[in-house]
């Protein structure tokens, strides 16, 4: 009885060894998905003026259909702009403005504007989230002497994983909403 009563033991904690080695721990995922962008707009106001415009790219039937539409960004030389980006989600019906989910969870997202070459214009985020980090959003761009090149924009998806922040003012953590190219020139 005494052996059956080991052996009964050894069986429960040989499978209850195997059961806990067998649960794979997984990696914390993020806590939300990406947008559904079918639109940015870019609109740039001259500083100590009123007009602006406006510049965009669509993809209105989303990845792996038609090539997304964009516009070509012209700007003066030597000029200091208001630049405010908008994202939208033209899919719905009434359109969606992703921007206000943006500007409701910045904690969670990142704008990055950057020139190539390096000083075809340089670009300031202006607005800030709860913890004084970028939002982008909303930002001064400065250009240079004619030239052209392009102005990449990434919106960085920077969701709290397990719960703890990952935003820290930077492109790396998180995964890309949009990275889109644009044509860009700058003329006298």
Not at 69 to 94: C, G, H, M, R, W
Request: include cysteine; glycine fraction near 6%; proline fraction near 6%.
């Amino acid at each position: 009885m005494k052996n059956t009563h080991n052996l009964a033991t050894l069986i429960a904690l040989f499978s209850a060894i195997i059961l806990l080695g067998s649960c794979k721990k997984e990696d914390p995922q993020p806590e939300d998905e990406n947008e559904l962008i079918t639109t940015v707009q870019l609109k740039f106001t001259e500083s100590g003026s009123t007009t602006s415009q406006t510049f965009e790219w669509k993809d209105l039937d989303g990845d792996g259909g038609k090539a997304p539409v964009i516009q070509a960004v012209s700007l003066k030389t030597n000029k200091t702009y208001k630049l405010d980006v908008a994202f939208l989600d033209e899919s719905k019906i009434p359109i969606e403005s992703i921007t206000d989910e943006i500007k409701k969870e910045a904690d969670e997202h990142l704008v990055i504007i950057t020139p190539m070459p390096v000083g075809l214009f340089t670009y300031t985020a202006t607005d800030k989230d709860s913890r004084s980090l970028p939002i982008g959003l909303t930002g001064t761009l400065k250009t240079t002497t004619a030239s052209s090149g392009t102005l990449r924009l990434q919106l960085r998806h920077q969701p709290p994983v397990g719960g703890k922040a990952v935003k820290d003012g930077t492109v790396n953590p998180g995964s890309d909403d949009v990275n889109i190219i644009f044509n860009m020139t700058v003329t006298p």
